[in-house]
């Protein structure tokens, strides 16, 4: 495997949101999830999403991974705009060029790790190209519970299925939210160290929502959100340094 491809991507954008607004209600229970945000994920790069609760971190992904409506602005995946199509077209749209990985695993319980790995593709009627589903399933060190169903594997194998899963079909990018939430510390690094390796050695986009300053350390940038606008931005994090911040907005929210 090359890597030239990979740092030819890294120059272009995979998704794009430009003055996305999100409104919830209207009059006195009008709520602004989102308030004009614009942002770029980079091709080949790992981006964090972190804020508050309630900063609209998760909106902003689903609004971005076409999970959800927006209110006004666009939204662009690669060259397509999401705003201008039908629901069919979206679909095929979420099936096709982006991968998902969440909190809760959304795994089959009657079909083995590598059914579930392979589903997305067997629904779209797809073969998957096998030299990358056996790289995948190394990476993620799967190669000896294929034949095992989500009740015979731990949490962080669990979740080792569902990275797998969004990277099988090599989409332009992969969401996560939150997508350690669920597991113990050791687990959680091993996932996160697949979505670094993703992106590094395969020449994934990945976008995670996290709450965690040591899962947005593995990240090669972080977006920091509050009361619905981006208010900062962090390019080579370290947990330290992810701390620091979220601590000054804390700061600021209690001053204000």
Same mark, same amino acid.
């Given at each position: 495997? !090359?890597?030239?491809?990979?740092?030819? &991507?890294?120059?272009?954008?995979?998704?794009?949101?430009?003055?996305?607004?999100?409104? /919830?209600?209207?009059?006195?229970?009008?709520?602004?999830?989102?308030?004009?945000?614009?942002?770029?994920?980079?091709?080949?790069?790992?981006?964090?999403? $972190?804020?508050?609760?309630?900063?609209?971190?998760?909106?902003? $992904?689903?609004?971005?991974?076409?999970?959800?409506?927006?209110?006004?602005?666009?939204? &662009?995946?690669?060259?397509?705009?999401?705003?201008?199509?039908?629901?069919?077209?979206?679909?095929?749209?979420?099936?096709?060029?982006?991968?998902?990985?969440?909190?809760?695993?959304?795994?089959?319980?009657?079909? !083995?790790?590598?059914?579930?790995? !392979?589903?997305? $593709?067997?629904?779209?009627?797809?073969?998957?190209?096998?030299?990358?589903? =056996?790289?995948?399933?190394?990476?993620?060190?799967?190669?000896?519970?294929?034949?095992?169903?989500?009740?015979?594997?731990?949490?962080?194998?669990?979740?080792? #299925?569902? #990275?797998?899963?969004?990277?099988?079909?090599?989409?332009?990018?992969?969401?996560? =939210?939150?997508?350690?939430?669920?597991?113990?510390?050791?687990?959680?690094?091993?996932?996160?160290?697949?979505?670094?390796?993703?992106?590094?050695?395969?020449?994934?986009? #990945? #976008? $995670?929502?996290?709450?965690?300053?040591?899962?947005?350390? /593995?990240?090669?940038?972080?977006?920091?959100?509050?009361?619905?606008?981006?208010?900062?931005?962090?390019?080579?994090?370290?947990? =330290?340094?992810?701390?620091?911040?979220?601590?000054?907005?804390?700061?600021?929210?209690? !001053?204000?």
């Amino acid at each position: 495997m !090359t890597t030239a491809p990979i740092a030819d &991507r890294s120059t272009d954008v995979a998704a794009r949101a430009t003055e996305l607004s999100k409104i /919830y209600g209207q009059g006195e229970t009008k709520v602004v999830a989102l308030d004009r945000v614009t942002v770029d994920f980079p091709r080949g790069r790992f981006t964090a999403i $972190m804020g508050p609760s309630g900063s609209g971190k998760s909106t902003l $992904m689903h609004c971005v991974a076409g999970l959800d409506t927006f209110t006004s602005g666009s939204v &662009r995946v690669g060259e397509t705009e999401l705003g201008s199509l039908k629901d069919r077209q979206l679909t095929r749209l979420r099936r096709d060029k982006i991968g998902f990985i969440f909190q809760a695993f959304n795994l089959l319980p009657t079909l !083995t790790a590598l059914e579930n790995i !392979t589903l997305p $593709m067997d629904i779209a009627g797809r073969k998957p190209d096998r030299q990358w589903l =056996d790289s995948v399933i190394g990476m993620v060190g799967l190669s000896g519970r294929l034949e095992h169903r989500p009740s015979q594997l731990s949490g962080g194998q669990q979740q080792r #299925v569902a #990275v797998a899963r969004a990277l099988a079909s090599q989409p332009e990018i992969i969401f996560g =939210d939150e997508p350690t939430g669920n597991l113990d510390s050791r687990s959680g690094a091993e996932v996160l160290g697949f979505l670094r390796n993703s992106v590094r050695e395969l020449g994934q986009t #990945v #976008v $995670m929502v996290t709450h965690d300053p040591v899962a947005a350390a /593995y990240a090669d940038r972080v977006v920091f959100l509050a009361d619905g606008r981006i208010v900062d931005e962090l390019h080579g994090p370290t947990a =330290d340094s992810v701390l620091d911040r979220m601590k000054r907005f804390d700061a600021k929210g209690r !001053t204000s």
